[in-house]
């Protein structure tokens, strides 16, 4: 099974700042077929369901803000959000569709200062 | 417009069994694989299992294999979960999901297993 690791668990950060999250997978999700990485982010509120905000590791979602950046290969990902917003107060998990059993980081719960 | 409704939870007792469904709309249900995903009180989301679109082909989580079945009806556009043998570690809010990439998710429906 691949292992998805992210960090920080937490972070508190102030409106304006940027955050960068990290996303570690135990194997690469690279698939030289489709020329792809198969890790996806996902954005979920309290009391709400998870939001996709990137698929393959940097293709944004239609209407996601573009301060919402994912980047990333192999085995290494990352979740920057440039100027952070209060709305954006959210926990936010990776995800990887490259094999079964698909399987989801812990998360990284951004809350804001 | 996407839509994905499940029902079907509730309270049930350890041991006994419950099937969840979820009503599709807004896309040719039909074409697309579909998935349930769970997330235990304040826990992290977890894969339960797939199923592809013609159903013929399904994918379990190690820790439901065996006792939940995934199956679909194309022709009344919805996905079922079938649980079998519920323990109390299976209490958990079950979401409804389109894969690949889960672009859309359902509200969820809550199951909770205790005597």
């Known amino acids: 099974d691949i292992v998805m690791t992210q960090s920080p668990s937490s972070l508190a950060v102030s409106a304006g700042d940027k955050v960068t999250m990290s996303c570690k997978s135990s194997?690469?999700?690279?698939?030289?077929?489709?020329?792809?990485?198969?890790l996806s982010w996902f954005q979920q509120k309290p009391g709400q369901s998870p939001k996709l905000l990137i698929s393959?590791?940097?293709t944004r979602e239609t209407g996601v803000p573009d301060r919402f950046i994912g980047s990333g290969s192999g085995t290494d990902f990352t979740l920057t959000i440039n100027s952070v917003q209060a709305e954006d107060l959210a926990v936010y998990y990776c995800e990887q569709y490259y094999s079964y059993p698909l399987t989801f980081g812990s998360g990284t719960k951004l809350e804001i200062k | 417009e996407v839509q994905l409704v499940e029902s079907g939870g509730g309270l049930v007792q350890p041991g006994r069994s419950l099937k969840l469904s979820c009503a599709a709309s807004?896309?040719?249900?039909?074409?697309?694989?579909m998935a349930w995903v769970r997330q235990a009180p304040t826990k992290g989301l977890e894969w339960v299992a797939s199923i592809s679109y013609g159903g013929s082909n399904t994918h379990y989580g190690d820790s439901v294999k065996g006792r939940f079945t995934i199956s679909r009806d194309n022709a009344k556009s919805t996905l079922y979960l079938q649980m079998d043998s519920l323990r109390s570690e299976d209490t958990a809010t079950y979401y409804c999901?389109?894969?690949?990439?889960?672009?859309?998710w359902g509200q969820g429906t809550l199951v909770t297993v205790s005597s």
């Open positions: 194997q690469s999700l690279f698939s030289s077929e489709y020329q792809g990485n198969y």
């Open positions: 807004g896309f040719t249900f039909s074409d697309y694989n």
């Open positions: 393959l590791a940097s």
């Open positions: 999901a389109r894969p690949a990439t889960f672009a859309y």
